[in-house]
């Protein structure tokens, strides 16, 4: 018993009011037994601290991310953020994802690099992740996950000004929001999911379960209102960039939602947003947290056979396998 117990810290909750995101496993213990509470990357509400502090809980915590390493990504985005030549960013950017490779192919926790690009970049209002987190938790950690997936996707695909890195953490953490909506369900969630696999499964898997006239139309029109939120809410340096959004679920053939573009239509910038995005699933569970790397390299998905999408996952490649010792000395 001793030895189990020492994996685990003792946390009062006026420690978990300093936080926002859980950054680790939260057990409460109630005499001898003790229950799960709350995963990694779960959302820490003002409502989860008042219940908890009402009764005067103390929790059993056990952390997985790796505080030093999270600080230094931090600073390496920081330095980033602070260079004016096209040389000087393209080797801070490749820096930036040779470390994240390192770091990643260790088994180390994702959640430590979607920490350090949350507290670096996330600009949105607490109200609207609130919402994002009351609709659905695993919802909201998908759209931290994936948000900080398409920072790594876009420095690989040379997208590397502060600013412009900022707006795709932004899109791609808000590209669901528009689901939060009273009839959001699992059969919503899911069809989300199985349109990030296979372009059009979604529409087939609400037909198929019968969902709700009132869910389609949840499922149909979140990326227009996911649009409306991101323009709103004001937060992007290029508020052009939303219009990303609309685009998430097109399909290549001409017969997505809601335009009905054709894939040529569709941007690079439509492309990272679209392939992060596709990367995480509304889900409890998540398989990439401790073998990120390998999860990317071997990611198998019906969107890559779209070019711009494929294109967008060849250079991540590309760039998690480029030669580490090259960085810096002006290659």
């Known amino acids: 018993m001793n030895e189990e117990n020492s994996k685990f810290q003792k946390l009062a909750v006026k420690d978990f009011a300093k936080k926002t995101i859980s950054d680790g496993h939260v057990f409460l213990s109630v005499g001898s037994k003790r229950f799960y509470l709350m995963k990694p990357g779960i959302f820490l509400d003002q409502d989860f601290v008042k219940k908890h502090a009402i009764n005067n809980h103390t929790f059993d915590f056990e ?45 180390e926790h994702f959640l430590t690099f979607a920490l350090a690009v949350y507290e670096e970049f996330c600009q949105i209002p607490y109200e609207l992740q609130s919402k994002i987190h009351e609709t659905d938790m695993h919802l909201f950690r998908k759209s931290l996950y994936a948000g900080a997936f398409s920072v790594v996707v876009a420095l690989a695909n040379d997208f590397y000004h502060y600013p412009i ?29 199985q ?25 149909f029109h979140h990326p227009e209102k996911s649009y409306k939120i991101v323009k709103s809410a004001s937060i992007l340096a290029y508020p052009e960039m939303a219009e990303t959004l609309i685009y998430q679920h097109e399909l290549t053939d001409g017969t997505g939602f809601p ?22 699933e509304i889900s409890a569970e998540y ?12 990611f198998q998905n019906s969107k890559l056979k779209d070019v711009p999408v494929q ?21």
């Open 165 to 193: 890195l900022k707006d795709f953490y932004h899109l791609t953490f808000l590209v669901d929001a528009g689901l939060c909506e009273m009839d959001y369900s699992y059969f919503v969630a899911e069809a989300c999911n």
């Open 259 to 280: 335009k009905g573009i054709n894939k040529a239509q569709i941007s690079s910038w439509e492309a990272v947003v679209i392939f992060s995005d596709s990367l995480v």
């Open 311 to 331: 294109r967008v996952y060849k250079k991540l490649v590309q760039a998690l396998s480029y030669d580490k010792t090259k960085v810096g000395v002006g290659a």
């Open 195 to 219: 349109e990030n696999k296979r372009p059009g499964s979604g529409r087939k898997y609400l037909e198929t379960e019968k969902a709700s006239e009132l869910e389609r139309k949840v499922f």
């Open 63 to 107: 952390s997985v991310v790796s505080m030093d390493k999270k600080e230094h990504f931090k600073q390496l985005f920081k330095e980033l953020k602070y260079l004016q030549f096209e040389k000087d960013l393209r080797l801070k950017s490749l820096e930036i994802i040779q470390e994240f490779n390192r770091i990643f192919s260790t088994e």
């Open 287 to 298: 398989f990439f947290e401790k073998n990120v790397v390998e999860f990317i390299l071997n």
